[in-house]
Structure formats: structure tokens, C-alpha cells
């Protein structure tokens, strides 16, 4: 069983709609959890991080988790094609210093104009 | 500031020869990690540097050595590449405060392809 898993998609969302992203995870421990949009050939870049139960709003994105259920999701509203990108999840259970980080292999956007 | 800077950009070697990935960061922070991506497989830690003179093995260190220069500089080296280490490889930093918030910030990402 992988350690964070994500539909590879591609997830395919009229301009415009919701586009939902989910994301599980296996380890209890973890704690710290982030979303990372990442355009072809380009490097990740951080959209939002969480680490408490529920929802946080950053503009047109937001993250959910639930710890007892093991997933976070990423919300976009307002769709654009310019967030035709590939998502990536990351779990860290912080342990203290540094930062072990575990990357899902991310799932695949494709905004439809 | 530039952020997380990576050299070259492109790479292609031979079986058998030598390299080093050059990675510098100017955000002042204290770690650094080296990722391999590829496709189907996610970003998978290499080697980290949780602060200057430390270092450490990730999950796939195999064919791979680090060095912490100093507290910007964060090379990574392959001594005999063989084609398995064909792949994009990205160096990023953080903080590395004890904050769950710590975030990592990622290079623009090396392509290096083994023949």
C-alpha cells in the first residue's frame, strides 16, 4: 500500500466548476499536509498546507482534512484553464527538525475552457 | 532573490561517467534536500540536509553521494551513472524550524538522461 495515494486522472472539470481533488494517506502520525501544483516541466510550487481537522480557505482554493478518515482534499472554485496543472499531495507526520515529507504521485487537471 | 537555483539544466552522460548536480538556495535556510521524479512514481528523497554539516540518506540513496558546501550550497553526485538514474531531479530547502508549517521550496529541476 502506498503511503499517500492520489487518482492519477486526468479529472477533467469544465471552466468555471469545482474541480476536487482527494488524497489518503496510510500513516496516523501524520500531521502536516500540503498541496503542491506542479505545470508540466516545471518544479512544485506550494498552494496551501493544513494541519487541523477541517477547512481552510486561501481564495479559490481550499483544503480539508480529516484525520480520523485518513484523507485530504483540495477544492478549486471557479475553475480556470490556467489550473490545468498536475496536483501533488504531501504528508509529513513531523517528527521534529527536519521535515520528512511524503509526495502522492499527484493527480492530473485538465480544465476545459 | 533568486530563491533555489539548480545547474545545468540538461544533462546527458554515458554509462559509467561522473557528474555533480549544483543546487544554491538565498532564502538563508538551514535544509536541503535532493528529489528524483519520475513518471508514475512521485518525488522520491534522495539525500537531505537538515542543517549545514549534516547529512542524511532518503529513501533512494543508492548511486548517489551529497555534499553540505555550506549553509547555501547543496550538491549532489552520481560516481559511475548507469540509465536507472535517468530522471528529473529537483533540489528544494526550508526553514527546518520545528514548526509543523515548514515548507519546502523547489529548484527549477535538472533533466538528466543516462545512455
Known amino acids: 500500500q502506498k503511503e499517500v495515494e492520489q487518482n492519477s486522472g486526468p479529472l477533467s472539470v469544465p471552466e468555471g466548476a469545482i474541480a476536487s481533488l482527494n488524497c489518503t494517506y496510510s500513516?496516523?502520525?501524520?500531521?502536516?499536509f500540503f498541496w503542491y501544483r506542479q505545470y508540466s516541466g516545471k518544479s512544485p510550487e506550494l498552494i496551501m498546507f493544513i494541519y487541523s481537522n477541517g477547512d481552510k480557505e486561501d481564495g479559490r482554493f481550499t483544503a480539508q482534512l480529516n484525520k480520523a478518515s485518513q484523507y485530504v482534499s483540495l477544492l478549486i472554485r471557479d475553475s480556470q484553464p490556467s489550473d490545468s496543472a498536475t496536483y501533488l499531495c504531501a504528508v509529513s507526520p513531523f517528527s521534529g527538525g527536519y521535515q520528512k515529507v511524503t509526495f502522492g504521485t499527484g493527480t492530473k487537471l485538465q480544465v476545459i475552457p | 532573490n533568486a530563491g533555489v537555483t539548480q545547474t545545468p539544466k540538461f544533462q546527458v552522460l554515458k554509462t559509467g561517467q561522473s557528474m555533480t548536480l549544483q543546487c544554491a538556495q538565498d532564502m538563508n535556510h538551514n535544509s536541503m534536500y535532493w528529489y528524483r521524479q519520475d513518471p508514475g512514481m512521485g518525488l522520491r528523497l534522495i539525500y537531505y540536509?537538515?542543517?549545514?554539516?549534516?547529512?542524511d540518506k532518503g529513501e533512494v540513496p543508492n548511486g548517489y553521494n551529497v555534499s553540505r558546501l555550506n549553509k547555501r550550497e547543496f550538491s549532489l553526485r552520481l560516481e559511475s551513472a548507469a540509465p536507472s538514474q535517468t530522471s528529473v531531479y529537483f533540489c528544494a530547502s526550508s526553514v527546518g524550524r520545528e514548526l509543523n508549517t515548514d515548507t519546502q521550496y523547489f529548484g527549477p529541476g535538472t533533466r538528466l538522461t543516462v545512455l
Open positions: 500513516d496516523r502520525g501524520s500531521q502536516s
Open positions: 540536509s537538515a542543517s549545514e554539516g549534516t547529512t
